[in-house]
């Protein structure tokens, strides 16, 4: 798959493609007293992209019409629409916008594709309609949308933490490719937060660890961990989803490390062998029958 710019003039519109984010450890440091709960999480955006078309309105106001492979709520309920809103209000703009989602990443994936969506079209929607509010200002918009929505404002790789909104760029780009094996389920982040049970004695030693490795600027060390804490919460919740990461690794395809709140299992491979990401694939497929994906470390 090929890296594509992030926007692209078409027609009279703005294409904005829309990442996904695979978590290559993700600690959970406690419940804060708003419910949410503290993260330290390394997110790094692939090359896969969902993608929003920017275009004069037709109809008065905000028009989202839903598209593509895989399935998104339409109008008001989708982040797309709330972030248009929120961009359109902050700004006092009154316009008609009609705005095209083409889905082609599962949502409950735990590939972050909603949020990633949402920072597209603010990012979109602020070039589009000649808006210029700054990154930081669109930053502070971020968080009323969703916790991890001002990564993609970022990134493409980054230590998050707090409700997971506040983003450190890390130091150089970790280049790999990595495999997706997407089982057909969605999962709930607020469920799985709902039924996470908390470690504390756990967080400390992956913390310890981990921070060792991110001095050092070794995050292949911090992937080799496989450091996920909503794991057992999502097993326990997502019936064969713990089956599934063993039948991979039981192919010799491991560890494999779940993706946020899940479903996505992935696993990281060396950026320049190809081959044995297209075995791994063909594999898990034939052996498994569950459909998956080869992607790459984003750019931008
Ligand atoms: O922020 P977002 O809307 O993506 O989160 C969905 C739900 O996941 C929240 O309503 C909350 O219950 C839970 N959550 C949490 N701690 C976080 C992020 C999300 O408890 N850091």
New binding site residues.
């Given amino acids: 798959m090929v890296d594509k710019e992030q926007f692209e003039t078409v027609g009279d519109g703005l294409l904005v493609r829309a990442p996904a984010k695979i978590n290559l450890s993700l600690l959970v440091a406690g419940?804060r007293p708003d419910?949410?709960?503290?993260?330290e999480t390394i997110m790094a955006k692939v090359n896969w992209y969902d993608e929003i078309l920017i275009e004069p309105g037709l109809k008065a106001g905000i028009e989202l019409l839903c598209q593509g492979p895989q399935w998104a709520p339409a109008g008001e309920e989708n982040l797309i629409y709330q972030a248009a809103k929120l961009l359109l209000q902050c700004c006092g703009l009154i316009t008609d916008i009609k705005i095209t989602l083409t889905k082609n990443i599962p949502a409950g994936s735990g590939l972050g594709s909603a949020?990633s969506d949402a920072a597209a079209t603010l990012m979109g929607l602020n070039q589009y309609l000649d808006i210029k509010l700054p990154n930081r200002q669109l930053a502070k918009l971020a968080p009323q949308l969703?916790?991890?929505v001002a990564f993609f404002l970022s990134g493409p790789l980054a230590l998050c933490k707090?409700?997971?909104e506040k983003n450190k760029k890390l130091g150089e780009n970790f280049n790999f490719l990595a495999l997706l094996i997407l089982p057909n389920v969605s999962v709930s982040?607020?469920k799985?937060?709902?039924n996470y049970k908390h470690d504390s004695a756990l967080y400390q030693r992956l913390k310890t660890r981990t921070n060792r490795y991110i001095q050092k600027n070794r995050i292949d060390l911090v992937v080799k961990m496989c450091a996920n804490m909503l794991q057992t919460s999502s097993f326990g919740l997502v019936e064969g989803l713990a089956e599934l990461k063993a039948k991979i690794e039981s192919l010799g395809i491991g560890p494999c490390c779940l993706s946020g709140s899940g479903s996505t299992i992935f696993y990281i491979i060396d950026s320049g062998d190809e081959e044995r990401a297209r075995q791994y694939k063909h594999k898990v497929e034939e052996k498994i029958g569950c459909k998956s994906i080869i992607v790459r470390n984003n750019r931008w």
């Fill in positions: 419940q419910g949410y709960h503290e993260l949020s969703g916790s991890d707090g409700r997971g982040t607020k799985v937060y709902a």
